[in-house]
C-alpha cells in the first residue's frame, strides 16, 4: 500500500494523516511486520490496526553457506510457496540477488528455474522482504551493510513490472532503504517493449541483458522468448533506452563449449554490444541437471576473451558463486 493510500484507509477509522505516515514509517523505513512493534502509536490504535490490517511477510526456511562465503537462503511466502535468494559477499561489496517470480515461464534451456512452473508474481512486497532478509543476513553474518541489489533470482523481472519497480520506489525512497538506483541492477532475457518502458518511466536503475547467443538461431534455440523478441528489436530497444537514460548496459553472456564460443560468436556478440556503450560479463556456465550443455574451457575461452579484449570491449569474466549449494547463476530451484 503506498502512502496516499493508507493515508485514505486511516481517515476512513478516524485516525489523522500524521499516524499513517508514523505506521508507514515502520513498515518501509524500519520494515516491521508486527503492529505491537509501534511503539509510539497507542495500545488502542495498534489493536485497531491489527483489527483491520495484516502484514503478510516472508519466512526464511533454510540457510545454506557455500565454501566461498555465498549465503543461500530459502523463503516461505504467506500463501506457502517457496522462493530462494542469495547473498554474495565480495572485497569491495555485498550483494543481494532477489528473486521476482515463484518459479518461470520462460523456459530456457540451460536454467533449472526455467524447469519450473510458474506460479504467481510476487508482490513488491515480498520483493522488498527479501533484501531486507538478506541485509539482516549480511549484518549478521559479515557485520556489512548490503552494497547492491540484483533482481537476477528466480523469474523474468520485465514480467512482473509493476511490482518490480514498485519494491524499487521502495527501497530507493528515503522513506524506504534509501539505497541509490545506480547500485541496483535488473536482469532480463530480453522483452523489448518493457525496456523501452523502463527508459519511458525515468528509472535510473542499470539494465542486465541475458544474451547468451547473438545469433536469432542459436538465441532460438536456447531461449524461446528470442521468437518473439527477436535480437533486431531487442537491439532497438536497447538504443532507444541508451538515448532517454545515458545509462551504460550489461551483456550477460554464458560460454557453452562448442555452442557459443566461437571466434564467430565472439565477433557477432562485438556486432551486437557496440551499438551502444556497454560492459559484457562472461559467465562461466553452472550445470543443471538433464541439461547437456557444458561450459566452455581453454582455448576457445581464452581465444574469445582476447577476441573482445582486442576490439576494446570491456569484458569481465564472472566465475561462478555459491555453486556448491547450488546458489549460482542459473541454479535457483528451491532445491533447499
Request: with cysteine.
Given at each position: 500500500?503506498?502512502?496516499?493510500?493508507?493515508?485514505?484507509?486511516?481517515d476512513?477509522?478516524?485516525?489523522?494523516?500524521?499516524?499513517?505516515?508514523?505506521?508507514?514509517?515502520?513498515?518501509?523505513?524500519?520494515?516491521?511486520v508486527?503492529?505491537?512493534?509501534?511503539s509510539?502509536?497507542?495500545?488502542?490504535?495498534?489493536?485497531?490496526?491489527?483489527?483491520?490490517?495484516?502484514?503478510?511477510?516472508?519466512?526464511?526456511?533454510t540457510?545454506?553457506?557455500s565454501?566461498?562465503?555465498?549465503?543461500?537462503?530459502?523463503?516461505?511466502?504467506?500463501?506457502?510457496?517457496?522462493?530462494?535468494?542469495?547473498?554474495?559477499?565480495?572485497?569491495?561489496?555485498?550483494?543481494?540477488?532477489?528473486?521476482?517470480?515463484?518459479?518461470?515461464?520462460?523456459?530456457?534451456?540451460?536454467?533449472?528455474?526455467?524447469?519450473?512452473?510458474?506460479?504467481?508474481?510476487?508482490?513488491?512486497g515480498?520483493?522488498?522482504?527479501?533484501?531486507?532478509?538478506?541485509?539482516?543476513?549480511?549484518?549478521?553474518?559479515?557485520?556489512?551493510?548490503?552494497?547492491?541489489?540484483?533482481?537476477?533470482?528466480?523469474?523474468?523481472?520485465?514480467?512482473?513490472?509493476?511490482?518490480?519497480?514498485?519494491?524499487?520506489?521502495?527501497?530507493?525512497?528515503?522513506?524506504?532503504?534509501?539505497?541509490?538506483?545506480?547500485?541496483?541492477?535488473?536482469?532480463?532475457?530480453?522483452?523489448?517493449?518493457?525496456?523501452k518502458?523502463?527508459a519511458?518511466?525515468g528509472?535510473k536503475?542499470?539494465?542486465a541483458?541475458?544474451?547468451?547467443?547473438?545469433?536469432?538461431?542459436?538465441?532460438?534455440e536456447?531461449m524461446?522468448?528470442?521468437v518473439?523478441?527477436?535480437?533486431?528489436?531487442?537491439?532497438?530497444?536497447?538504443?532507444?533506452?541508451f538515448?532517454?537514460t545515458?545509462?551504460?548496459?550489461?551483456?550477460?553472456y554464458?560460454?557453452?563449449?562448442k555452442?557459443?564460443?566461437?571466434?564467430?560468436?565472439?565477433?557477432?556478440?562485438?556486432?551486437?554490444?557496440?551499438?551502444?556503450?556497454?560492459k559484457?560479463?562472461i559467465?562461466?556456465?553452472n550445470?543443471?541437471?538433464?541439461?547437456e550443455?557444458?561450459?566452455?574451457v581453454?582455448?576457445?575461452?581464452?581465444?574469445?576473451k582476447?577476441?573482445?579484449e582486442?576490439?576494446?570491449?570491456?569484458?569481465?569474466?564472472r566465475?561462478?558463486?555459491?555453486?556448491d549449494?547450488?546458489?549460482a547463476?542459473?541454479?535457483?530451484?528451491?532445491?533447499?
Amino acid at each position: 500500500m503506498d502512502l496516499a493510500g493508507l493515508i485514505a484507509d486511516m481517515d476512513k477509522l478516524g485516525e489523522k494523516p500524521f499516524r499513517a505516515r508514523q505506521v508507514y514509517h515502520w513498515l518501509w523505513q524500519k520494515s516491521s511486520v508486527n503492529f505491537d512493534d509501534m511503539s509510539n502509536l497507542s495500545l488502542a490504535l495498534r489493536e485497531k490496526l491489527k483489527a483491520h490490517f495484516s502484514l503478510p511477510t516472508l519466512s526464511t526456511d533454510t540457510r545454506q553457506q557455500s565454501s566461498d562465503g555465498t549465503i543461500k537462503l530459502r523463503f516461505h511466502t504467506s500463501d506457502h510457496h517457496a522462493i530462494e535468494g542469495v547473498l554474495i559477499p565480495m572485497e569491495d561489496r555485498m550483494t543481494a540477488c532477489v528473486s521476482s517470480q515463484v518459479g518461470c515461464s520462460l523456459t530456457c534451456s540451460f536454467c533449472a528455474t526455467g524447469k519450473m512452473k510458474r506460479e504467481r508474481n510476487l508482490t513488491a512486497g515480498e520483493i522488498y522482504d527479501q533484501v531486507v532478509l538478506l541485509q539482516r543476513q549480511a549484518l549478521q553474518t559479515y557485520k556489512l551493510p548490503l552494497t547492491n541489489i540484483v533482481y537476477m533470482g528466480m523469474g523474468e523481472p520485465l514480467l512482473n513490472y509493476a511490482n518490480v519497480f514498485k519494491s524499487v520506489d521502495h527501497l530507493t525512497s528515503e522513506e524506504g532503504l534509501n539505497m541509490a538506483a545506480k547500485r541496483i541492477t535488473i536482469s532480463t532475457a530480453g522483452i523489448a517493449k518493457m525496456i523501452k518502458k523502463i527508459a519511458d518511466d525515468g528509472y535510473k536503475t542499470k539494465l542486465a541483458l541475458s544474451l547468451h547467443a547473438a545469433n536469432d538461431i542459436k538465441r532460438n534455440e536456447i531461449m524461446p522468448i528470442n521468437v518473439s523478441n527477436s535480437l533486431e528489436s531487442l537491439r532497438e530497444a536497447l538504443l532507444y533506452y541508451f538515448q532517454k537514460t545515458k545509462i551504460p548496459l550489461t551483456y550477460e553472456y554464458i560460454l557453452f563449449d562448442k555452442f557459443n564460443d566461437s571466434l564467430q560468436d565472439a565477433e557477432e556478440l562485438y556486432e551486437f554490444s557496440r551499438v551502444v556503450p556497454c560492459k559484457i560479463n562472461i559467465i562461466e556456465y553452472n550445470r543443471v541437471e538433464g541439461v547437456e550443455l557444458q561450459k566452455a574451457v581453454g582455448q576457445r575461452l581464452e581465444a574469445f576473451k582476447n577476441y573482445l579484449e582486442r576490439k576494446s570491449i570491456l569484458n569481465t569474466y564472472r566465475q561462478s558463486r555459491g555453486r556448491d549449494i547450488d546458489a549460482a547463476c542459473g541454479q535457483l530451484a528451491n532445491k533447499g
